[in-house]
């Protein structure tokens, strides 16, 4: 199993990020897949999640109408768009299935002016 998510980066408060996560060694299209995202010192947080068919999404209270989550099963990617960022959503952002795989090395995301 092979979680590689790309994409993040330094954007200012009010800016958008699109990020990606390529998965392989698993039945991709019957995944269901989820963006996770974390903060030295705290628990890793679910922030978004889609059923395998991208007909079911879910997020978290504190990114719901900011963010999207999406996927090409063609493709075995998960996409996580996301706009209107704030510095609060600075972190680490992973994507993984359940059960839990193991973890990727995530991207780097980071809200500042």
């Known amino acids: 199993v092979q979680l590689v998510e790309s994409g993040g980066g330094l954007v200012q408060p009010g800016g958008s990020l699109r990020l990606s996560c390529a998965a392989s060694?698993?039945?991709?299209?019957?995944?269901?897949m989820r963006w996770y995202r974390q903060v030295p010192g705290k628990e890793r947080e679910l922030v978004a999640g889609?059923?395998?068919?991208?007909?079911?999404?879910y997020y978290a209270d504190s990114v719901k109408g900011r963010f999207t989550i999406s996927r090409d099963n063609a493709k075995t990617t998960v996409y996580l768009q996301m706009s209107s960022l704030k510095p609060e959503d600075t972190a680490v952002y992973y994507c993984?299935?359940?059960?839990?795989?193991?973890w990727g090395q995530g991207t780097q995301v980071t809200v500042s002016s």
């Open positions: 889609i059923d395998s068919t991208g007909g079911t999404t």
């Open positions: 993984n299935t359940a059960p839990l795989r193991p």
């Open positions: 060694g698993f039945t991709f299209s019957r995944a269901l």
